[in-house]
Structures are given as C-alpha cells and as structure tokens.
C-alpha cells in the first residue's frame, strides 16, 4: 500500500546526523540513577548488600560525569536532545562547565554520605528502602543540574521533592512528621510558583528550552518577562532558603538522621541556587537586571541574618542549618553582581558548599553521637575525649565562615574583587557593590563569632552547662564499629576541602571559564544547535 | 463497606476494571489512553478489592510487592531508552519492529514498553498507597 508523499514544505523536526555514543555520557548519570533506584526497590526483600549496589551505581556516575566535565573542558558544551527531535521540539540535555562539575560534585558527596549512613543504621540491616530513596535524589539532582530546559527542570524538582520527602520521614519519629510537613508543604508551594512561571513563560515565548530562551526572550514584552522572573526568583528562593522565605529549613533539617540532613544541606539547597544562576543569570538577563536591585537586598539580609540566626541557637543541627542559610547569600550577592568575577564566585561557592555544609553536618552528626544530646547546652567536653573531631569541626567552621587557605575563601575573594570593580565601573557606580562587599565581610565574621562559640560550648566546655566547674570531665563512650565509619567518611570529606583550599588553581582557572559560558552563552546555545537561525 | 452485597460483586468488579485496565493501557498508542490511566483503573481495582476482602487477601493474591513492580516499571521504561543506544541515536529514540503474523502487522515499538514500564509505576505506587490506607494496623509498607 502506497502512500503519496506529502510535498508541503514542512521544516526539518527530527534529527538526521547520527549521534555517537560517547555523548551518551550526559545522559547516563540520571539514567543510572533512576535505574539503580528501581533496581533496589525490587529486590529491597532479597538483596541484603544495598550499600554496596548503591556505591557501584554512584561510582559509575562519578566515572560518566569525570568523563563530561574532561569533554566539556576541552571542547565547550554538549548537548543531546532527546528521542531525535531537533531542539526546541525535543528535551535537551546541556551541560557547561558549572553543570557538569557540579553534578560531579553532587555525586561524589552522596558516595561519602552513603558510608557515612551506616552510622544511622542498626546492625540488623532491615529491607528499607533509604539506598533506593538517595539514588532517586541522586539522580533528580543530577537532573536538574544538567537539563536544558526549564520544563525538565520542573520535573526534576518534582523527583527530589518524592525522593526527600520519603527520606525526611524516614524513621517516623513524630519530630520528623512535624519537619517533613513544614518541609514537604513550603516546598511543594515553591514548585507551584515555579509551575506557574513556566506556564506564563510558555505563553509568551512559546519554548521552554533554555537556549532557545535566550535567543527569543529579548523580543518578548520586558514588563511579562519580569513578572516571570520575580516568580521564577520567588520559587527558586524558597528551595534555596533565602531570607525571607528560608524558616522552613531551620525547621526541618535538625529532624532527619544526620546523614540524611547532611544530603540535604550538600544537594537541595544548592540545586535552588544554581536554578537561579542558570534562569536568572543566564537564560533571562535582561530580566534580571530590572530585579538586580531586589536580590541585592535579599542577598544583603540572607548574608547577615543568616549566621545570626546560627549565633541564637543552641541546637546544634539547626545552628548549621542557620550557617548554610548564610551561604546561600553569598551565592545570591554573586548573582546580584553579574560581572565575570560575581558569577565566577557565586558557582564556585556552590561548588564549596556542596562539600563543606555536607561536612559541617556530618561532623555534626558525629558530635550528637559521641555526646548523646542535640543541644550545644548539654554537650560540653569533647575536646578531651576527641582532639580530632574538635580540629575537624574547627576546619569546617574556618571553611565555612571563608578564612583563608580553606576552600570557603576563594569564591568570597572572586565576589570581593568583583564587588569592588563594579563599585568602580559598574553601571551604578559605587553603592550595591561596596554594600554587598560589606555583607559578605559581616557574614564572615558573624559566621566565625557562632561557629567559635559552638566550638567553645561543645569541645571547649569541661562539661554541660550545669556542671560544675570543678567537675572531673565527663567519659564519653567512644565511637565504635559503625560509628569509626562514619568517622572515616567525615574525615575523607574534609581531607578533600583542605586540599581543595591549598591548592585552589584547578577550581579557580574552571569557575572563571564556565562563568564565561554564563555570561555568554553563544557556545552553549550552539552546542544545543540553536545558533545561526533567526527566531 | 462489609456488606454481603459488596463482597459477591467485588471480584467480578475488580476482574473487569482489571481487564480495562490493560486495554486501555494497550490502545493507548494512537487513542485515549494510555500506562498512566490504564495504571490508575488497575489501581482502583486493587482498592476496591482491598476494601471487599481485607489487605492481607490481596497481598497473597498480588504476590508481589506492589513498591517492587513500581520499581519494575521505572527499570522498564528506563530500559526502553537504553535500548536506542544501540541505534546511534539520543536517549529515548523509539525503536519499531513490524512483526507479520499471517496477514497481518503488529507493531512492536520501544515507545509500547516504555508505556507497560508507567502502568507498573502508576500500578505499583497507587496500589501501595490504597494497601496502606486500607490497612487497620500499621504493618510494614
């Protein structure tokens, strides 16, 4: 049966070049992350090694994205679009130097906090389903760092909502009800306002690929695309947890077992923050800079309201989950500041904060261990029983608060310099960028003074604050089989930061090239194959 | 819900929503249709048959882990995209196999599985859910 030929002249919609596998490397991290996690919901009854499926998934992550970050290294971005269909039809994935690397960075963190979970967990190993669960996070975290479109984006936000909300509760304690529901609710509100984004966004511009975005979005009515902005930066603020709407994750984090706060602090959050560099920054700049004035407040009040929220507190997980909140401004004054420099710092910062608030509650984790309690008021003493739990958490503080050589340093001294050069040359000379500078050393000494005094109270202290001065020092039972992993695993982490800080050339030279992609994203609307046609 | 009533019809609702289920999920391809709505009907079948008999019935009946066949299903359809690896073409490129059975063709596509992989999910997790809800004490999900 013959049918004729339609001779309209339809444009090109699939793809015809074949594509070589190599460039599978951008898919096949979620892929594996999604397969692995079905893998270990199957056989949850059967398989009595879950940690060690989910380790060789993770490792094979680690081994494609080492593989995409060299690519992307050497030649620019890559791109894939899904099923054949030429972009903007078909979903793109892309990745630049920023997604890459932090995607990499992402994995490699859930691999140290996969060891480090065992703490958490009794030594009669029960069929749960917490492998599977930080696999499905995994991989919607990778997701959302590599996609190229924002609609994607939305659907990735929507896994780690499932993949953490099945990991908050985990345990089932009543506090962990009453944190996933805060948790749960703020961000499913968060993902609504990014939904209703998209669709005003579709409705004006008629794409959702990013790249294609950019090439259409300065034609658009500026006044809508604003409006679109402010939404978008309204929901990415909320899963970032910036000043204003950061309360719910002060409320939550403290609730889960340490290694799941941990995964949390290391991934969510920073998964917010790079949505607001990708969207903001890179796909809607001229909508960002009619908002430039707004996240120059909210980053101003996130910097110092953040760490003094961690110096009122005295619950040592929500002291942290204060100092990640302060972070998240630092990121938001580089994108305040979308210079070379700002962008630079502001992705390199979330590269730092990927390790270092993993660490931070990591270490915190370990502390509640050995002492037994969650208040700094009933802690006391541990630097007697452990000189190098106390040095670790110093070093995570100093990483934290940006003393120099840690890691914490450098993205604050590229935001430094690129606060004072558009103070000097800036479009308003002067003011915002000196501001913001003055925050972020405010930030950084605020953040010292409540890291010091939860290094005094917990290690320093003879004792709880109770106690006599004149009390011998309390005996700490040591850590023990579990526990001397999860110690490890810390100690890795940590290992990794203060090299990272001694010898910051490597990240330096790749934060100032991939914010060179984002400041100018002509190789990476080509690499999408978006370049050269008029819209 | 115990009524006598209830429980003689219940297997005859339940096989019938079932069947449905799957024709749905199969014509699906070109009509309305399609894994998801064909994995909610197979679901509301399953409560319906939770509610008529117990949790415990319909766990024997099921046999296995309604949370494993949503696991099932996302292999499945993670494996359908896989597959065009080996095609030289991007992530999830459907892959067609026209199979000729006497004088007919039936055609056979990776999109078809990918399809049968969301039926599983829907299946699997609304099952779970309805199992959990329906269940009086709190037994392990």
């Not at chain 1, 995570?396 to 606060?419: D, S």
């Amino acid at each position: 049966m013959a049918t004729p030929t339609p001779t309209t002249d339809l444009p090109q919609a699939m793809i015809e070049a074949m594509t070589p596998a190599a460039d599978w490397v951008i898919v096949l991290p979620i892929v594996f992350g999604l397969m692995g996690a079905a893998a270990l919901l199957t056989m949850r009854r059967s398989n009595s090694t879950p940690l060690l499926v989910a380790l060789a998934v993770v490792f094979a992550i680690i081994a494609c994205e080492v593989t995409l970050l060299l690519r992307v290294l050497a030649d620019g971005p890559v791109s894939m679009t899904m099923g054949k269909w030429l972009p903007p039809f078909g979903i793109s994935l892309t990745a630049d130097i920023f997604s890459a690397a932090f995607a990499l960075g992402a994995a490699v963190v859930t691999a140290i906090v996969l060891v480090y979970a065992e703490i958490d967990r009794g030594d009669a190993q029960e069929a749960d389903t917490f492998h599977a669960m930080v696999l499905l996070l995994l991989a919607g975290v990778t997701g959302a760092f590599l996609t190229g479109d924002l609609f994607n984006l939305y659907v990735w936000f929507e896994v780690m909502l499932i993949a953490s909300f099945g990991l908050i509760v985990f345990g089932g304690r009543p506090i962990q009800l009453d944190g996933a529901v805060k948790y749960g609710f703020l961000n499913f509100l968060a993902t609504t306002f990014f939904l209703l984004a998209l669709g005003l966004l579709y409705g004006l511009l008629g794409t959702v690929n990013m790249a294609d975005i950019m090439r259409v979005a300065p034609a658009a009515n500026p006044a809508a695309m604003a409006g679109v902005a402010a939404l978008l930066l309204l929901a990415f603020g909320m899963k970032a947890a910036a000043f204003p709407v950061n309360a719910w994750l002060p409320a939550s984090y403290h609730t889960p077992p340490a290694s799941v706060s941990a995964l949390f602090a290391g991934l969510l959050t920073k998964v917010g923050a790079y949505a607001m560099l990708r969207a903001l920054v890179a796909v809607l700049p001229g909508s960002r800079d009619l908002l430039e004035p707004v996240m120059a407040m909210i980053a101003i009040s996130t910097l110092v309201i953040g760490p003094l929220g961690a110096i009122a507190e005295t619950n040592l997980r929500r002291a942290v989950g204060f100092i990640v909140i302060g972070g998240i401004g630092t990121i938001m004054a580089g994108l305040s500041m979308p210079s070379l420099l700002g962008v630079a710092g502001a992705g390199l910062y979330i590269f730092h904060a990927l390790f270092t608030m993993t660490a931070l509650y990591m270490i915190a984790g370990l502390v509640e261990k050995r002492t037994g309690a969650t208040d700094s008021r009933q802690m006391g003493g541990l630097y007697a029983a452990s000189g190098s739990i106390s040095v670790i958490f110093l070093v995570l503080v100093l990483a934290a608060a940006g003393v120099p050589p840690f890691l914490g340093f450098w993205p604050k001294l590229l935001l430094l310099e690129a606060g004072f050069s558009q103070g000097a040359t800036g479009p308003a000379p002067g003011t915002v960028g000196v501001v913001l500078v003055i925050a972020l050393l405010v930030n950084a000494v605020l953040t010292l003074i409540a890291g010091a005094r939860l290094w005094g109270h917990i290690f320093w202290r003879s004792g709880p604050i109770d106690a006599a001065p004149s009390d011998a020092p309390r005996l700490l039972a040591p850590l023990t089989g579990r526990g001397r992993v999860g110690y490890a695993a810390t100690a890795v982490l940590t290992a990794l930061i203060v090299v990272a800080g001694l010898w910051p050339e490597p990240v330096m030279q790749g934060a100032r090239l991939a914010a060179g992609d984002i400041v100018d994203p002509a190789r990476y609307v080509e690499a999408v194959g978006l370049a050269g046609e008029t819209p | 819900m115990n009524t006598i009533i209830f429980r003689t019809i219940a297997p005859l609702i339940v096989a019938t929503m079932l069947v449905f289920s799957v024709y749905v999920c199969l014509r699906g391809h070109n009509e309305p249709g399609g894994g998801f709505i064909g994995g909610l009907i197979g679901a509301a079948a399953i409560g319906v048959f939770g509610m008529a008999s117990g949790v415990a019935t319909v766990r024997q009946a099921l046999r296995v882990d309604p949370m494993a066949i949503a696991g099932f299903g996302v292999f499945l359809a993670g494996f359908t995209g896989v597959l065009s690896l080996f095609t030289a073409s991007p992530f999830m490129t459907s892959i067609w196999l026209y199979l000729p059975i006497g004088e007919t063709t039936i055609p056979l596509s990776t999109p078809l599985f990918f399809d049968i992989g969301v039926y599983c999910v829907v299946f699997g997790t609304i099952s779970a859910i309805a199992l959990a809800l329906e269940s009086d004490r709190e037994e392990e999900l």
